[in-house]
């Protein structure tokens, strides 16, 4: 037995080295450029009734172990298919830059039916890692983003059209049964760290600049259930601003279609409306009765509750989102408030911009 084995192990060291060198040199000189031109044509193929256009431009593809591919120079590009006039400038699209991309697939899982891809992403000056499964049952996604930085992030920054400045983690947890979204469920949280907003000349939602706004911390935590996500707890009582919200999001196949109705209000300190000369006359001194030039803005002022604070109702789609004041208490859309609630702490008024509410809830259920 020995010596047949003796004999044989030649033979099998020469199959061993042709397979080594047949998968070296398929590793080596596959077409990677190829593989990369189907993949973008592939992720910027827009889905079905989609508002939004994708487009996915990689400037190199290549190896990442024998499992693995590495993409460099990645960049995600987002138009909102917003109409525009026959003057007016093409809409610039919103883009999402990814350094590197590394992505390894599972050869065993697609063994048992199952596409199985870890991933890697270094962006935004911070990680992104995470794991894809999908089969015919489900759609599984985790992922885990740590060191974010705010303002690399454009679509987030153009969202209030102001620098941002902070540090950002978060974690996603989704599951979709029959690989369908609306029936997801799952979490989302996210956290900021030293988040500031504004630089005294870029203006929030249009209205009026104001001076670097310190937010501190702001901690957002979220359920999602049958394709709708849910806050449980968004907010920050920073140095310069208390702030909270509430509301959902209606998840689409194209996340940036995804229907937004959320609720926020706000609440300058009396630290920071008496830090200058520029606060005092924009916001109001603290103690003083005269009315702030801030709110001579008249959507600003419609925004004004009578607890002090500030109200906004943001609604639509993710990639083109509508902001209204609203001085009422949350719309019942956005929270589990009964409507009997909802009139009691209003003190029975309807509140100034329910009809826009009504409305956005129209848009979306068509």
Same mark, same amino acid.
């Given at each position: 037995?020995?010596?047949?084995?003796?004999?044989?192990?030649?033979?099998?060291?020469?199959?061993?080295?042709?397979?080594?060198?047949?998968?070296?040199?398929?590793?080596?000189?596959?077409?990677?450029?190829?593989?990369?031109?189907?993949?973008?044509?592939?992720?910027?193929?827009?889905?079905?009734?989609?508002?939004?256009?994708?487009?996915?431009?990689?400037?190199?593809?290549?190896?990442?172990?024998?499992?693995?591919?590495?993409?460099?120079?990645?960049?995600? $590009?987002?138009?909102?298919?917003?109409?525009?006039?026959?003057?007016?400038?093409?809409?610039?699209?919103?883009?999402?830059?990814?350094?590197?991309?590394?992505?390894?697939?599972?050869?065993?899982?697609?063994? =048992?039916?199952?596409?199985?891809?870890?991933?890697?992403?270094?962006?935004?000056?911070?990680?992104?890692?995470?794991?894809?499964?999908?089969?015919?049952?489900?759609?599984?996604?985790?992922?885990?983003?740590?060191?974010?930085?705010?303002?690399?992030?454009?679509?987030?920054?153009?969202?209030?059209?102001?620098?941002?400045?902070?540090?950002?983690?978060?974690? =996603?947890?989704?599951?979709?049964?029959?690989?369908?979204?609306?029936?997801?469920?799952?979490?989302?949280?996210?956290?900021?760290?030293?988040?500031?907003?504004?630089?005294?000349?870029?203006?929030? =939602?249009?209205?009026?600049? $104001?001076?670097?706004?310190?937010?501190?911390?702001?901690?957002?935590?979220?359920?999602?259930?049958?394709?709708?996500?849910?806050?449980?707890?968004?907010?920050?009582?920073?140095?310069?601003?208390? #702030?909270?919200?509430?509301?959902?999001?209606?998840?689409?196949?194209?996340?940036?279609?995804?229907?937004?109705?959320?609720? +926020?209000? +706000?609440?300058?300190?009396?630290?920071?409306?008496?830090?200058?000369?520029?606060?005092?006359? $924009? #916001?109001?001194?603290?103690?003083?009765?005269?009315?702030?030039?801030?709110?001579?803005?008249?959507?600003?002022?419609?925004?004004?509750?009578?607890?002090?604070?500030?109200?906004?109702?943001?609604?639509?789609? =993710?990639?083109?989102?509508? +902001?209204?004041?609203?001085?009422?208490?949350?719309?019942?859309?956005?929270?589990?408030?009964?409507?009997?609630?909802?009139?009691?702490?209003?003190?029975?008024?309807?509140?100034?911009?329910?009809?826009?509410?009504?409305?956005?809830?129209?848009?979306?259920?068509?």
């Amino acid at each position: 037995m020995k010596e047949r084995l003796r004999a044989a192990l030649p033979y099998l060291g020469y199959v061993a080295f042709y397979l080594f060198t047949f998968a070296l040199s398929a590793y080596w000189a596959f077409p990677y450029d190829r593989l990369r031109d189907r993949l973008v044509a592939e992720l910027s193929t827009p889905a079905k009734g989609a508002r939004t256009k994708i487009t996915v431009e990689i400037d190199e593809l290549g190896p990442h172990w024998f499992t693995g591919l590495s993409a460099t120079g990645v960049r995600v $590009l987002f138009n909102s298919g917003k109409p525009v006039s026959a003057n007016a400038e093409p809409e610039k699209p919103a883009t999402l830059e990814l350094d590197e991309v590394h992505a390894h697939f599972g050869p065993l899982a697609k063994l =048992l039916g199952k596409t199985k891809v870890s991933f890697w992403v270094r962006a935004f000056g911070g990680e992104i890692e995470g794991l894809y499964v999908d089969s015919e049952a489900e759609r599984h996604v985790e992922a885990s983003a740590k060191e974010v930085v705010a303002n690399r992030v454009e679509p987030l920054r153009g969202l209030l059209g102001i620098p941002l400045q902070g540090v950002l983690q978060g974690t =996603l947890d989704l599951t979709m049964p029959e690989r369908k979204v609306h029936k997801a469920s799952g979490s989302l949280a996210l956290s900021a760290t030293d988040l500031a907003v504004g630089d005294g000349e870029a203006k929030i =939602l249009d209205t009026i600049a $104001l001076p670097k706004l310190n937010v501190g911390a702001l901690d957002l935590d979220s359920e999602i259930k049958e394709g709708t996500l849910r806050l449980t707890k968004f907010g920050s009582a920073g140095q310069d601003i208390d #702030l909270a919200g509430e509301g959902k999001i209606s998840l689409r196949e194209n996340v940036t279609d995804s229907f937004a109705d959320l609720y +926020f209000r +706000f609440k300058f300190s009396d630290t920071y409306r008496g830090k200058n000369d520029k606060t005092k006359a $924009l #916001l109001g001194e603290p103690g003083s009765s005269t009315p702030p030039a801030f709110e001579f803005v008249p959507k600003v002022k419609q925004s004004k509750r009578s607890d002090g604070m500030y109200g906004w109702h943001l609604t639509g789609p =993710l990639s083109l989102p509508r +902001f209204d004041p609203y001085s009422g208490s949350p719309p019942s859309s956005a929270t589990s408030a009964s409507p009997a609630d909802t009139a009691a702490s209003t003190g029975g008024k309807r509140p100034a911009s329910r009809g826009a509410a009504s409305a956005a809830t129209k848009r979306e259920a068509e």
